[in-house]
């Protein structure tokens, strides 16, 4: 896996311009904030991005996969605002669970997510080395 950073570019915090992988393909659909059973414990914006990358970590080793081999992230949001302010919190979950690996990202706002007491839902891809 490759990072792509332009040599002149300011480096980004938390994410990376763009990534080379070869591998086999890993599509996750959007994890939000609930549990395995579809159960939500909390509202808060950090614990529901905390679950959604438990889940995340849990479906990638279904397929053999692991966090350092995410390669996109899509991160949907309900308020900017809040995600925002739980960048603290997000930053400590976030490396406790996928690590030091930066991959590419996106983040959202939108009007509304499906399940109406989801904060946030975060699409992956993953790229599995060959072996």
């Known amino acids: 896996m490759d990072f792509l950073q332009p ?6 915090r938390g994410y990376s ?14 994890m939000i904030g609930w549990d395995g059973q579809g159960q939500f414990h909390s509202d808060d914006f950090a614990a529901q991005v905390r679950q959604a990358l438990q889940n ?3 479906v990638l080793a279904q397929a053999e996969a692991r966090p350092e081999h995410i390669v996109r992230m899509t991160w949907y949001v309900i308020d900017k605002k809040e995600y925002v302010a739980a960048y603290p919190q997000i930053g400590v979950a976030y490396r406790e669970l996928i690590g030091p690996h930066y991959p590419s990202m996106t983040a959202v706002q939108v009007a509304g997510l499906i399940e109406d007491r989801a904060r946030v839902e975060i699409e992956v891809t993953a790229m599995v080395p060959d072996q």
């Open 7 to 12: 040599p002149d570019w300011v480096r980004p």
């Open 17 to 30: 311009n763009g990534v080379v992988a070869k591998g086999r393909s890993v599509y996750l659909s959007g």
């Open 56 to 58: 995340i970590v849990a």
